[in-house]
């Protein structure tokens, strides 16, 4: 077992709590007003998005599935 030879880190002095809705000097808000963007309509909706992919691959599968059968 080695035995290290630094001397322990001081430990900081205790910081004062802020009260609570009190906003500390060194953090103030940087947050400015902005117009909400509009929404994208269909584009910005993933369950359209989900829809047309789980189409696609049933159109592929029943595809495969009717080659299988021999109806192409």
Do not use: N, Q
């Not at 880190?9 to 205790?14: R, V």
């Not at 910081?15 to 584009?43: F, K, M, N, Q, Y």
């Amino acid at each position: 077992m080695a035995i290290s030879h630094t001397p322990p880190i001081p430990m900081a002095p205790a910081r004062s709590l802020t009260s609570p809705g009190e906003t500390p000097p060194g953090e103030g808000c940087i947050s400015e007003a902005h117009v909400e963007r509009p929404d994208g309509g269909i584009w910005e909706h993933p369950a359209f998005w989900a829809a047309v992919v789980l189409l696609g691959s049933a159109v592929v599968a029943g595809y495969f599935i009717a080659r299988i059968f021999g109806f192409t």
